[in-house]
């Protein structure tokens, strides 16, 4: 059941905190649907190679807001993996670019099936407005996120390093 704040407290003050727990928590929990052993920054750098690549490694660290020597720590495991492939760029010889092989895109879809399965089947009890709320929350929050300047990468809002 929802709760109304109180006047002393703002809903800035009761939901921010709510709703952060309840994203933070199933985050984790889709990671353990995911069905792999790879971590949190090693699938998001995969996920964003394959939705923005070939890469530089460093336009991963930027998309990514790390640092460049975690993006090539991250970068030397999915290489291992056989998830990545660095080919020379051809614009800089001294430069390599990262694209995303077959074995990666599989895991990518079989991690994002079972983590979509996982949330469908846990849909399948809710009644139809709770499903509706959910739906209008998704909107809202893909909304807030498209509205983050923080959230774009320096080279798309036109800087440079």
Do not use: C, N, W
């Not at 994002?112 to 959910?134: G, I, V």
């Amino acid at each position: 059941m929802p709760r109304t704040p109180t006047p002393a407290v703002g809903v800035e003050e009761e939901l921010a905190p709510r709703l952060r727990l309840a994203i933070v928590r199933t985050a984790r929990r889709l990671r353990q649907e995911a069905g792999s052993d790879m971590g949190p920054s090693q699938t998001a750098a995969l996920a964003t190679i394959e939705r923005h690549g070939p890469l530089a490694p460093s336009e991963l660290a930027e998309r990514e807001r790390i640092k460049r020597p975690t993006a090539t720590r991250i970068l030397g495991h999915l290489e291992r993996a056989g998830l990545v492939e660095r080919i020379r760029d051809p614009e800089d010889g001294r430069s390599s670019i990262l694209s995303v092989t077959t074995a990666g895109r599989a895991l990518l879809r079989r991690m994002r099936a079972r983590k979509t399965a996982y949330l469908a089947h846990r849909f399948r009890d809710l009644p139809p407005d709770d499903l509706a709320a959910l739906e209008r929350a998704a909107e809202v929050l893909e909304q807030m996120l498209e509205q983050d300047p923080a959230a774009e990468p320096r080279a798309r809002r036109g800087e440079r390093r």
